[in-house]
T-cell receptor, first 114, second 115 residues
């Protein structure tokens, strides 16, 4: 079946530090890959996505590249801000006929200190 | 667009009571998901509807849980009877039609506390 494994948290960084959150997946075929972000007390919001191998998704300074050879979709940001403190979820999406699956990783809590 | 709307935002109920959570998906979206989030188990898919029809309910924990989607603009998740271990944040999400999985838009969730 499909599964997503992401780096366990919590992760604590100083402002302007470099961020990497690792994500690897297991799936048959060619899934779409997503990063979602959840701010305190809110629902999940799509941060970025990639739908095929070698695609790079980017948004708000965050980037992730769909690497089929390593089945990975690591999230990176060059300089984090306090406002980036949130929980980040890696997710995999597949469709088969009318059935759709969206499988989430366990989430990684990021805290950025001023 | 108002996004996915869930109600209530918070619910506190006594063990044994019936609880009904409500969701209005984004207009035009034909896929609807119910998720449960807890510290112990993270984000779990409970059930998924496509065009108002339940496609995958394998994540529904037991018979106490039921979900309906009577029309394209409304869905409910019911727990009867509720138990303390059902305490969690329940999210509804919807996505638009498409050949591939498109992004899912989440509501703000219902925080359920069963005492």
């Amino acid at each position: 079946g499909n599964s997503v494994t992401q780096m366990e948290g919590p992760v604590t960084l100083s402002e302007e530090a470099f961020l990497t959150i690792n994500c690897t997946y297991t799936a048959t075929g060619y899934p779409s890959l997503f990063w979602y972000v959840q701010y305190p007390g809110e629902g999940l919001q799509l941060l970025l996505k990639a739908t095929k191998a070698d695609d790079k998704g980017s948004n708000k300074g965050f980037e992730a590249t769909y690497r089929k050879e390593t089945t990975s979709f690591h999230l990176e940001k060059g300089s984090v801000q306090v406002s980036d403190s949130a929980v980040y979820f890696c997710a995999l999406g597949r469709s088969s006929g009318s059935a759709r699956q969206l499988t989430f990783g366990s989430g990684t809590q990021l805290t950025v200190l001023p | 667009d108002a996004g996915v709307i869930q109600s209530p935002r918070h619910e506190v109920t006594e063990m044994g009571q019936e609880v009904t959570l409500r969701c209005k998906p984004i207009s035009g979206h034909n896929s609807l998901f119910w998720y449960r989030q807890t510290m112990m188990r993270g984000l779990e898919l409970l059930i998924y509807f496509n065009n108002n029809v339940p496609i995958d309910d394998s994540g529904m924990p037991e018979d106490r849980f039921s979900a309906k989607m009577p029309n394209a603009s409304f869905s409910t998740l019911k727990i009867q009877p509720s138990e303390p271990r059902d305490s969690a944040v329940y999210f509804c999400a919807s996505s638009s039609p498409g050949g591939q999985v498109t992004e899912a838009f989440f509501g703000q969730g219902t925080r359920l506390t069963v005492v």
